[in-house]
């Protein structure tokens, strides 16, 4: 069975910081690697996806990701962050084995990001 | 707005009730699937439908839950007999097909 390791429970950054989140998974087949955000009293919504091609994949509002295959790693990145990003973020994995179709998710990291 | 709709968005049962959650998915998606996020966790898998089918239950309880997903209608979550454990945050997506899954609002299900 796949897992998902997000290392950092909650950053705190101020704006204008750099961030980025680690996201780590375990599983030897082929992936499907997602980023989702939790805005405070909101549902998921997906950030970024990476299904095949470019390992570099770039989301919505100015985020993005890249895949490392050797490192079982698909980090979140974003030069610049807003006090608008604060909120829960979760990685996402998705396997396509037989019927399976579920996504098994990190434990999130809550960003505080301080004006 | 065609986005996936779950209700209530917030429920409270007593001990021993039984709590129904529903979710319709975002027009011409015919993947349903189930989620529970407990204080302080990641959302964990439950179980994934399709029309009038359970494809995938390998992360639901063993008992007093149930799902279906009939040809007319939401989705219905069901949980028989609710214990203080049960509280927690349900969520649904839906999907064509493949991962891309999109979520609803949740339910926020609190036993007393």
């Known amino acids: 069975a796949q897992s998902v390791s997000q290392h950092n429970h909650h950053v705190i950054l101020s704006e204008a910081a750099s961030l980025e989140l680690g996201c780590n998974y375990s599983y030897g087949g082929t992936v499907n690697l997602f980023w989702y955000v939790q805005y405070p009293g909101q549902h998921l919504q997906l950030l970024l996806k990476?299904?095949?091609?470019?390992?570099l994949v770039k989301g919505i509002k100015g985020f993005e990701a890249e895949f490392i295959k050797s490192k079982f790693s698909f980090n979140l990145r974003k030069p610049s962050v807003q006090w608008s990003d604060t909120a829960e973020y979760f990685c996402a994995v998705g396997v396509s084995s037989g019927s399976a179709r579920q996504l098994t998710f990190g434990s999130g990291t809550q960003l505080t990001v301080l004006p | 707005n065609a986005g996936v709709m779950q209700n209530p968005r917030h429920l409270v049962r007593r001990r021993g009730q039984e709590a129904r959650l529903r979710c319709s998915p975002m027009?011409?998606?015919?993947?349903v699937y189930w989620y529970r996020q407990l204080p302080e966790e990641g959302l964990k898998f439950m179980v994934y439908l399709q029309k009038e089918n359970i494809i995938d239950e390998s992360g639901m309880p063993k008992e007093r839950f149930s799902a279906e997903f009939p040809k007319e209608g939401p989705s219905i979550l069901r949980i028989q007999q609710v214990v203080r454990g049960d509280s927690a945050a349900y969520f649904c997506?839906?999907?064509?097909?493949?991962?891309?899954?999109?979520f609803g609002p949740g339910t926020r299900l609190t036993v007393l």
């Open positions: 990476y299904f095949s091609g470019d390992p």
């Open positions: 027009k011409g998606h015919s993947h």
């Open positions: 997506a839906s999907s064509r097909q493949g991962n891309e899954q999109f």
